[in-house]
């Protein structure tokens, strides 16, 4: 026999779907606050997933746990677009495919850091 624990944050039917392979799991309901914690801890999950295998899929489930995150703060989709329209108002989109290389800041004589970015072409 083998057990593996994960302590994750999972899909409301994972639990049926790994009960009807004929293993059996053990789950739990958490505080809002747990699950809110569990979500976060999720969100870079998928988004690490995402960057191993950039498919249309991974996004998904990003977009599956951001919801998630958004409904249990109280807020809705559209709460969320709102104050993604208002960002890009201010501070622009990620359209134009802008990179920031460095800065220089003539008022001051403390060297800035240098972060190297690889850029995918």
């Known amino acids: 026999m083998t057990t593996i624990t994960y302590n994750k944050a999972v899909r409301d039917r994972i ?9 059996e799991c053990t789950v739990e309901q ?10 976060n801890q ?8 995402y960057q191993a295998e950039p498919s249309l899929e991974e996004l998904a489930d990003i977009l599956e746990v ?14 969320l677009e709102r104050a993604r329209v208002e960002k890009a108002k201010k501070r622009g ?6 990179v920031l290389h460095q800065v220089v800041d003539s008022t001051t004589s403390v060297s800035s850091r240098v972060i190297p970015v690889e850029v995918k072409k």
């Open 30 to 39: 958490v505080s809002p606050e747990k699950w809110l914690e569990l979500l």
């Open 66 to 79: 951001m919801r998630a995150i958004v409904s249990l703060r109280g807020e809705t989709w559209e709460d």
């Open 15 to 23: 639990p049926e779907i790994i009960r009807a392979s004929g293993k």
């Open 42 to 49: 999720k969100l870079g999950e998928e988004v690490a997933e």
């Open 93 to 98: 989109g990620f359209e134009e495919r802008v």
